[in-house]
């Protein structure tokens, strides 16, 4: 032993002393490298390996191992690569060689050390060979074999090691590459963070592998998320990418709740910025500005502040000297949704620094250097906004040359397409530029006023611009008494334009029709001879005579009457005919016939115009030519006639409720003008509500719209109307409790009978109410309401409002079963086909359950099963509001934990009887156990609820025995 030890005693000190410092290296490596051209090389092999295996014993991250492995890789590498040739012929490579295969010897032990140091030594070795080495085929697939068998390593250190080794052996030009596909299986499905992050950063971007690191983006690790978007910004990717793509990225990066990750997606931008040339105009252009306008705001909000002080001047001032004019107005030819989005956000960057710096040299005054380069950069800072930044005469006169070219595309394009889209998101963009303007100048400021006012009026102003006029409008009036009454005011006038305009449309209408009548007449028309000469004659006679007011209802109610027995008889002939009953049918169809002439005179009598009958003699024979049909004109009135009577008739059945009445005669009224004044009208009322936040009841002006135009919108033909009807008629609802009794069951038929998209706005207001107001409140209401077979026993209603919301009187079954109608309509959709419906009903019912209107183990169970869903996963929305719903749920307080872990076993009840064809079938109760107990745990509470933990303990302990009797039993 003593001579063994004193023949190895020189590479023993080489090895001893490498470990002391990395400084001495160099002088060691010169030594060993002598030792090696000394010694045979099967005695310096096994002398150098017997020494390499003190190294693999240990796996613990010390400064002394970690020296004397890089030692030895240095070491091998320098001798395979400098070493003399040897006179036994031994090739200069096969230290190397031995030592790969060294390491394929051990990687395989029990102990984890060994594997880890076998796998770090095969990583360096790759590192530190360099990139034109190159490797024999055989070992090179012992290297591979050996990588991948520990990139499945129990031990993520070691599956780190092996993702870092197989960084230098994969083929990115070959999609059937094993190591490829391993890194990617990693990069996705590993447990470990860091085996992940490591197999982000081993993977060469090619368009086959780019879609993996991309998804990355949204792992669930910071570390990893970060690593992803680090390479995404080193490499510069823009144009590979989607444009949805790149949405996605910068919204989720620049937003994520991780310092790191936020300052990475930063960095991409900073790259992608660089790789367009500096150019913000074209970085715009990569995104989808006009449609997503938020995340384009988002990267421009993070790009501007990290550009140096002489890069944003020399921006700013070549995009002005491209895209403005003398007065700062974009050129006719630049006018681009993405030039005056950029022109936009680049003012209200620079106002806001400047105000920024008047506040930083305000505060310090004391210090003259700090104060001297305040007044530098506020002065910079200023001239950069004088040179943009237009005067309000000049932006008016831009806007409205705007709208004018918006209102020629209107006319010249029948239908909606992608240049009148453009325009009018070129036009929002430029309306909410006046925020940034200065509007001290009175003349342009009322001047903006009259024109704000006047497009608002116009029902040449599509509603898709209501929005923005009425943010500048409110800009420019902030009371909010006086903005309502003036809204108002706006309303009517905006439909009394609408009315003028369909009358002169009609008229021009029916103009040109005469004319063209006229000129058939004169080519077409035929003499003929009376058949009912003592009818005509009778008729006409009739007709002459002047009517008086008694005579004149009297003919109305006939007509009226008429009209129904007309209806009912053509139902019967309908179903003789369905039931081939001929003969009865063609006698019910003589008697229509003369029920027809007999209205037919009696219209004759009151318009002094004959229509034609549908007798008998009539039903067989040819059409008659031109001349026989009325004029146009003459048919209207005879058909207003006829509503008229209708009207009446109605009239005399509900003459007890006035409102009824009006809501009958506006529906007719709004029926005839535009269906988008129609909508501009209602998004009126909406979005003064919306923007009124110290409206705290409806005033008299709004509530005078709600009959005359609000209520008869929600049974207009258009589904835009409908639905922006149904949100006005509910925020006015939110206003009034009076109101949204009355109108609550209108909500309910919303939901069954109309569109989904008038559906989900029906749920919001019906959930808004019920948190304003209770839900007690409208117990009262529900009786209206259809029977439920909802089973929610355990349901009690709460005041709300305060941190320990008392109980409402519920705890009768009656009271209970009349909640339950009022709940039902929108649980049901929980388990809905449309995605909108469910999201919107799951959505609901969390905000009952978080402000404290309701309380049920077995309504949060209906959520739970929603959360745990798969399909689930396919909604963000959804999921993510249910993950922050019951993570605030269960900690605020120990009354809502209590209440979730009743929801337990209703909930592992549910999963583990679903069928096989249930999607509820492929969740794993275990996660669903493990998650529910997590949520439940009394340490969890936040602090303000820790004095109630001992109610909590008993929960817990009463819910784990309850468990356990449902497993034994």
Not at 271 to 294: C, H, M, N, S
Not at 391 to 412: G, M, N, P, T
Not at 932 to 954: G, N
Request: a negative charge.
């Amino acid at each position: 032993m003593t001579r063994n030890i004193e023949k190895l005693s020189p590479m023993v000190s080489i090895f001893t002393e490498c470990q002391g410092t990395s400084l001495s290296h160099d002088r060691l490596l010169a030594s060993l490298t002598d030792l090696y051209n000394k010694m045979p090389f099967s005695h310096f092999a096994e002398d150098f390996f017997e020494l390499c295996r003190y190294s693999l014993i240990n796996s613990e991250r010390t400064v002394f191992r970690e020296r004397t492995l890089d030692f030895i890789v240095r070491a091998v590498v320098h001798i395979s690569a400098n070493a003399a040739e040897r006179e036994d012929g031994t090739v200069r490579n096969l230290l190397l060689v031995k030592t790969f295969l060294f390491c394929a010897k051990y990687h395989e032990c029990v102990n984890p050390a060994p594997r880890l140091r076998c796998t770090q030594l095969i990583h360096k070795l790759l590192e530190a060979m360099g990139s034109e080495a190159c490797l024999p085929v055989e070992l090179f697939d012992i290297i591979q074999r050996v990588l991948l068998r520990r990139a499945t390593d129990v031990k993520h250190t070691v599956r780190v090691q092996a993702v870092h080794g197989l960084a230098r052996l994969q083929s990115p030009t070959d999609r059937e590459c094993p190591i490829i596909k391993e890194l990617l299986w990693l990069s996705r499905h590993d447990t470990s963070p860091d085996v992940r992050r490591a197999a982000v950063a081993a993977i060469v971007l090619t368009t086959f592998t780019l879609s993996v690191v991309v998804e990355r983006c949204r792992d669930v690790s910071d570390a990893v998320r970060k690593t992803a978007y680090n390479i995404l910004a080193e490499r510069s990717v823009l144009r590979p990418l989607s444009i949805a793509k790149r949405i996605s990225i910068l919204q989720d990066g620049l937003t994520d709740t991780s310092h790191d990750v936020r300052k990475a997606a930063e960095s991409l931008v900073m790259a992608w910025f660089k790789l367009v040339e500096q150019d913000p105009i074209i970085l715009l252009r990569r995104l989808d500005t006009e449609g997503v306008p938020k995340t384009s705001r988002l990267c421009l909000e993070h790009l501007l502040p990290n550009l140096s002080e002489d890069t944003l001047i020399a921006v700013v001032s070549k995009w002005s000297s491209d895209y403005l004019d003398d007065n700062h107005i974009p050129k006719p030819d630049r006018c681009s949704v993405e030039c005056v989005f950029f022109w936009r956000v680049i003012l209200e960057y620079l106002l806001k620094q400047q105000n920024s710096v008047d506040e930083f040299a305000g505060r310090e005054d004391a210090n003259e250097e700090l104060g001297r380069k305040s007044e530098i950069s506020s002065s910079q800072i200023t001239a950069l906004i004088e040179l943009i930044m237009p005067s309000v005469s000049d932006y008016v006169d831009f806007i409205i040359q705007r709208v004018e070219s918006l209102l020629v595309l209107l006319r010249a394009d029948v239908d909606y397409n992608e240049n009148v889209m453009e325009a009018e998101s070129v036009l929002e963009h430029v309306l909410l530029l006046c925020e940034s303007l200065d509007l001290s100048d009175e003349f342009g400021r009322r001047r903006l006023f009259d024109v704000v006012r006047g497009w608002l009026i116009s029902p040449r102003v599509p509603a898709s611009l209501t929005p923005s006029l009425l943010q500048l409008y409110f800009n420019l009036e902030s009371n909010v008494q006086n903005r309502v009454l003036k809204v108002t005011e706006m309303i009517s006038e905006l439909l009394d334009s609408a009315e003028e305009d369909a009358k002169t449309q009609s008229s021009s209408s029916a103009a040109a029709t005469e004319t063209v009548s006229g000129v058939n007449n004169n080519q077409t028309y035929v003499a003929q001879t009376p058949t009912h000469d003592i009818t005509e004659k009778t008729a006409t006679n009739l007709a002459c005579k002047p009517l008086n007011k008694a005579r004149e209802t009297y003919l109305r109610i006939k007509v009226a009457e008429l009209k129904v027995k007309l209806n009912e008889l053509n139902e019967s002939l309908n179903e003789c005919v369905r039931i081939k009953d001929f003969e009865r049918a063609t006698s019910l169809r003589d008697e229509c016939a003369k029920l027809e002439e007999e209205r037919s005179i009696l219209l004759h009598e009151l318009t002094g115009v004959r229509l034609p009958g549908c007798t008998p003699e009539t039903l067989n024979r040819p059409a008659l030519p031109a001349p026989s049909c009325p004029p146009p004109e003459i048919a209207t009135k005879a058909e207003e006639v006829e509503e008229e009577a209708e009207e009446e008739d109605y009239e005399d059945g509900v003459g007890a409720i006035p409102e009824l009445c009006l809501v009958r005669q506006q529906i007719k009224y709004l029926s005839q003008l535009s269906a988008d004044v129609v909508l501009k009208a209602n998004k009126m009322v909406g979005i003064t509500i919306q923007k009124s936040p110290t409206l705290w009841l409806l005033p008299p002006a709004l509530r005078s719209l709600l009959y005359s135009l609000i209520l008869p919108s929600v049974q207009h033909t258009d589904l835009a109307v409908r639905n922006q009807a149904i949100l006005a008629l509910g925020l006015c609802c939110t206003l009034d409790l009076t109101l949204a009794k009355s109108y609550l069951t209108l909500f309910y038929e919303a939901i069954k009978l109309d569109h989904a998209t008038v559906s989900v706005t029906a749920i919001n207001c019906i959930i808004d109410v019920f948190l304003i107001f209770g839900l007690q409140h409208f117990l009262e209401v529900s009786e209206k309401l259809d029977e439920t077979d909802l089973d929610i026993g355990d349901l009690v209603l709460l005041k709300g409002g305060l941190p320990n919301s008392t109980p409402f009187n519920a705890t009768t079954s009656e009271t209970i079963n009349l909640a339950l109608r009022l709940l039902a309509p929108v649980v049901e959709l929980i388990d809905n086909d449309d995605a909108d419906l469910r999201t919107a009903a799951g959505i609901g019912v969390a905000k009952l359950f978080i402000f404290d209107r309701v309380m049920s183990g077995k309504l949060i169970s209906r959520l739970l099963l929603l959360w745990f869903n798969p399909q689930t996963a396919d909604l963000p929305t959804l999921s993510q509001s249910l993950g922050v719903f019951f993570t605030d749920y269960a900690c605020s307080s120990p009354e809502r934990q209590a209440c979730l872990a009743d929801a337990v076993l209703p909930t592992l009840a549910s999963v583990l009887a679903a069928p096989a064809s249930s999607p509820l079938s492929e969740i794993d109760p275990g996660l669903v156990v493990g998650l529910l107990v997590r949520l439940t745990d009394a340490s969890c509470l936040f602090s303000s609820a820790q004095q109630k933990l001992t109610a909590q303990i008993e929960c817990g302990s009463s819910n784990t025995v309850r468990i356990i009797h449902v497993m034994m039993t």
